[in-house]
Protein backbone atom coordinates (compact mmCIF):
# COMPACT_ATOMS: atom_id res chain seq x y z
CA UNK A 1 0.00 0.00 0.00
CA UNK A 2 1.53 3.00 -1.16
CA UNK A 3 -0.32 5.88 0.54
CA UNK A 4 1.09 9.33 1.62
CA UNK A 5 -2.39 10.71 3.72
CA UNK A 6 -0.84 9.67 7.01
CA UNK A 7 -4.81 9.05 8.66
CA UNK A 8 -6.00 7.09 5.48
CA UNK A 9 -3.24 5.45 5.05
CA UNK A 10 -3.28 2.99 8.22
CA UNK A 11 -6.65 2.15 8.13
CA UNK A 12 -6.68 1.17 4.95
CA UNK A 13 -3.62 -1.46 6.14
CA UNK A 14 -5.54 -2.18 9.27
CA UNK A 15 -8.90 -3.37 7.12
CA UNK A 16 -6.73 -5.21 4.86
CA UNK A 17 -4.85 -7.08 7.64
CA UNK A 18 -8.20 -7.59 9.20
CA UNK A 19 -8.83 -9.38 6.00
CA UNK A 20 -6.25 -11.68 6.81
CA UNK A 21 -3.44 -9.83 4.15
CA UNK A 22 0.13 -9.45 4.77
CA UNK A 23 0.37 -5.44 4.14
CA UNK A 24 3.40 -3.22 3.44
CA UNK A 25 2.43 0.84 4.06
CA UNK A 26 4.70 3.55 2.20
CA UNK A 27 3.97 7.13 2.40
CA UNK A 28 6.47 7.93 -0.09
CA UNK A 29 8.06 7.17 -3.36
CA UNK A 30 11.18 6.69 -2.29
CA UNK A 31 9.69 4.34 0.67
CA UNK A 32 7.81 2.44 -2.21
CA UNK A 33 10.97 1.87 -4.10
CA UNK A 34 12.55 0.37 -1.39
CA UNK A 35 9.98 -2.17 -0.57
CA UNK A 36 9.87 -2.80 -4.48
CA UNK A 37 13.38 -3.65 -4.71
CA UNK A 38 13.54 -6.12 -1.58
CA UNK A 39 9.78 -7.81 -1.85
CA UNK A 40 7.88 -9.62 -3.84
CA UNK A 41 4.06 -8.54 -3.83
CA UNK A 42 0.98 -9.95 -5.25
CA UNK A 43 -0.91 -6.54 -5.41
CA UNK A 44 0.28 -3.25 -5.15
CA UNK A 45 -2.28 -0.37 -4.36
CA UNK A 46 -0.44 2.61 -5.71
CA UNK A 47 -1.41 6.60 -4.36
CA UNK A 48 -0.41 8.48 -7.79
CA UNK A 49 -0.36 12.45 -5.79
CA UNK A 50 2.90 11.41 -3.88
CA UNK A 51 5.06 13.97 -2.27
CA UNK A 52 8.44 12.95 -3.36
CA UNK A 53 7.36 12.61 -7.11
CA UNK A 54 4.45 10.98 -9.50
CA UNK A 55 3.26 7.73 -8.80
CA UNK A 56 2.34 7.54 -12.34
CA UNK A 57 6.19 7.31 -13.31
CA UNK A 58 5.89 4.42 -11.04
CA UNK A 59 3.56 2.61 -12.39
CA UNK A 60 5.35 3.10 -15.82
CA UNK A 61 8.72 1.93 -14.29
CA UNK A 62 7.23 -1.01 -13.26
CA UNK A 63 5.57 -2.49 -16.39
CA UNK A 64 8.77 -1.33 -17.75
CA UNK A 65 10.66 -3.94 -15.23
CA UNK A 66 13.66 -0.94 -14.70
CA UNK A 67 15.91 -1.55 -13.03
CA UNK A 68 16.01 -3.78 -9.42
CA UNK A 69 12.03 -2.47 -9.08
CA UNK A 70 10.05 -6.44 -8.71
CA UNK A 71 6.87 -6.00 -10.67
CA UNK A 72 3.90 -6.82 -8.27
CA UNK A 73 2.04 -9.61 -10.07
CA UNK A 74 -1.03 -7.21 -10.35
CA UNK A 75 -0.95 -3.19 -9.76
CA UNK A 76 -4.07 -1.17 -8.68
CA UNK A 77 -4.29 2.88 -8.47
CA UNK A 78 -5.86 4.57 -5.71
CA UNK A 79 -6.42 8.28 -6.66
CA UNK A 80 -8.47 11.66 -6.89
CA UNK A 81 -7.87 12.48 -10.12
CA UNK A 82 -11.01 11.30 -11.70
CA UNK A 83 -10.83 12.66 -15.49
CA UNK A 84 -11.47 9.60 -17.82
CA UNK A 85 -7.47 10.79 -19.49
CA UNK A 86 -6.40 9.75 -16.11
CA UNK A 87 -7.77 6.81 -15.95
CA UNK A 88 -6.55 5.93 -19.62
CA UNK A 89 -3.17 7.08 -18.43
CA UNK A 90 -3.20 4.88 -15.66
CA UNK A 91 -4.01 1.62 -17.34
CA UNK A 92 -1.86 2.23 -20.32
CA UNK A 93 0.96 2.83 -17.91
CA UNK A 94 0.51 -0.77 -16.84
CA UNK A 95 -1.66 -0.26 -13.97
CA UNK A 96 -4.54 -3.62 -14.26
CA UNK A 97 -7.23 -1.57 -12.19
CA UNK A 98 -8.13 2.17 -10.98
CA UNK A 99 -9.94 2.98 -8.49
CA UNK A 100 -10.94 6.76 -8.00
CA UNK A 101 -11.34 8.40 -4.03
CA UNK A 102 -13.14 8.64 -2.32
CA UNK A 103 -13.75 5.20 -1.77
CA UNK A 104 -15.69 2.50 0.02
CA UNK A 105 -13.28 0.39 1.83
CA UNK A 106 -15.70 -2.78 0.99
CA UNK A 107 -14.48 -2.19 -2.97
CA UNK A 108 -11.14 -1.64 -2.55
CA UNK A 109 -11.03 -5.29 -0.32
CA UNK A 110 -13.57 -6.57 -3.85
CA UNK A 111 -10.79 -5.67 -6.21
CA UNK A 112 -7.97 -6.70 -4.40
CA UNK A 113 -9.36 -10.02 -4.05
CA UNK A 114 -10.78 -9.66 -7.59
CA UNK A 115 -7.17 -9.00 -8.60
CA UNK A 116 -5.54 -11.66 -6.26
CA UNK A 117 -7.71 -14.49 -8.52
CA UNK A 118 -6.39 -13.38 -11.63
CA UNK A 119 -3.18 -15.94 -12.38
CA UNK A 120 -4.23 -19.70 -14.14
CA UNK A 121 -2.36 -20.84 -10.71
CA UNK A 122 -3.72 -19.29 -8.06
CA UNK A 123 -7.51 -19.46 -8.40
CA UNK A 124 -10.41 -18.21 -5.46
CA UNK A 125 -11.11 -21.59 -4.38
CA UNK A 126 -8.08 -23.70 -3.36
CA UNK A 127 -7.51 -27.47 -3.28
CA UNK A 128 -4.94 -29.77 -1.72
CA UNK A 129 -5.89 -33.34 -1.00
CA UNK A 130 -8.97 -32.84 1.39
CA UNK A 131 -8.15 -29.36 2.61
CA UNK A 132 -10.29 -26.83 0.65
CA UNK A 133 -9.91 -23.17 1.29
CA UNK A 134 -12.25 -19.54 -0.63
CA UNK A 135 -10.32 -16.92 -0.53
CA UNK A 136 -13.47 -14.78 -1.61
CA UNK A 137 -15.74 -15.82 1.48
CA UNK A 138 -12.98 -15.98 4.48
CA UNK A 139 -13.58 -19.95 4.52
CA UNK A 140 -11.56 -23.04 5.16
CA UNK A 141 -12.47 -27.01 5.65
CA UNK A 142 -10.43 -29.95 6.09
CA UNK A 143 -13.05 -32.83 4.55
CA UNK A 144 -16.49 -32.18 5.22
CA UNK A 145 -15.22 -30.18 8.69
CA UNK A 146 -15.04 -26.21 8.50
CA UNK A 147 -12.12 -24.96 10.31
CA UNK A 148 -11.93 -21.99 12.79
CA UNK A 149 -9.34 -19.86 11.94
CA UNK A 150 -7.80 -16.81 12.76
CA UNK A 151 -6.51 -14.30 9.99
CA UNK A 152 -3.30 -14.92 10.70
CA UNK A 153 -3.48 -18.95 10.39
CA UNK A 154 -6.19 -18.23 7.41
CA UNK A 155 -3.39 -16.01 5.55
CA UNK A 156 -1.05 -18.95 6.57
CA UNK A 157 -2.93 -21.83 5.01
CA UNK A 158 -3.41 -19.64 2.03
CA UNK A 159 0.20 -19.04 1.28
CA UNK A 160 0.97 -23.10 1.44
CA UNK A 161 -2.02 -24.18 -0.77
CA UNK A 162 -0.64 -21.21 -3.45
CA UNK A 163 2.66 -23.72 -3.09
CA UNK A 164 1.65 -27.60 -2.58
CA UNK A 165 4.40 -29.46 -2.11
CA UNK A 166 6.79 -26.71 -2.10
CA UNK A 167 9.41 -26.49 0.91
CA UNK A 168 8.71 -23.02 2.58
CA UNK A 169 11.39 -21.41 4.63
CA UNK A 170 10.26 -19.55 7.51
CA UNK A 171 11.28 -16.34 6.21
CA UNK A 172 9.14 -17.16 3.12
CA UNK A 173 6.14 -17.43 5.64
CA UNK A 174 7.44 -14.26 7.73
CA UNK A 175 7.64 -12.34 4.06
CA UNK A 176 4.24 -13.41 2.70
CA UNK A 177 2.06 -13.57 6.15
CA UNK A 178 3.50 -10.72 8.14
CA UNK A 179 4.43 -7.38 7.46
CA UNK A 180 7.51 -5.49 6.58
CA UNK A 181 8.00 -4.67 10.51
CA UNK A 182 7.85 -8.19 11.64
CA UNK A 183 10.71 -9.36 13.62
CA UNK A 184 12.72 -11.74 12.14
CA UNK A 185 13.99 -13.47 15.19
CA UNK A 186 10.21 -14.18 16.85
CA UNK A 187 8.95 -17.49 17.39
CA UNK A 188 6.09 -16.17 15.74
CA UNK A 189 6.20 -18.18 12.12
CA UNK A 190 6.43 -21.19 14.77
CA UNK A 191 3.55 -20.29 17.29
CA UNK A 192 0.87 -19.76 14.18
CA UNK A 193 2.00 -22.94 12.48
CA UNK A 194 1.66 -25.41 15.79
CA UNK A 195 -2.03 -23.80 16.06
CA UNK A 196 -2.43 -24.04 12.70
CA UNK A 197 -1.34 -27.42 12.27
CA UNK A 198 -3.37 -28.51 15.72
CA UNK A 199 -6.98 -27.06 13.94
CA UNK A 200 -6.04 -29.11 10.34
CA UNK A 201 -6.00 -32.39 12.66
CA UNK A 202 -4.18 -35.42 12.11
CA UNK A 203 -2.97 -36.80 9.83
CA UNK A 204 -1.00 -33.61 9.44
CA UNK A 205 -0.47 -32.12 6.44
CA UNK A 206 2.21 -29.74 6.51
CA UNK A 207 5.30 -31.47 7.13
CA UNK A 208 8.94 -30.40 7.96
CA UNK A 209 11.60 -30.40 6.01
CA UNK A 210 14.56 -30.63 8.68
CA UNK A 211 16.95 -27.20 8.41
CA UNK A 212 14.54 -25.84 5.79
CA UNK A 213 10.92 -24.90 6.29
CA UNK A 214 7.90 -26.61 5.84
CA UNK A 215 5.89 -28.37 3.15
CA UNK A 216 2.06 -28.92 2.22
CA UNK A 217 1.68 -32.55 1.17
CA UNK A 218 -1.83 -33.95 -0.43
CA UNK A 219 -3.03 -36.14 2.44
CA UNK A 220 -5.67 -38.01 1.82
Not at 72 to 87: G, H, I, K, S
Amino acid sequence: MVEDDRDLGPVIALGLRNEAYAVDLATTRAEAEELLCCNDFDVACLDLGLPDGDGLDLVRRLGRGEGALRRPRRLLVLTARDAVEDRVAGLDAGADDYLVKPFSFRELAARVRALSRRDDVKEAVLAVGDLRLDAAAHRAWRGDRELELTPREFSMLRYFMHHPGRTLSAEDLLEHVWDAHADPFTASVRVILSRLRRKLGEPGPIGTVTGVGYRLGETP
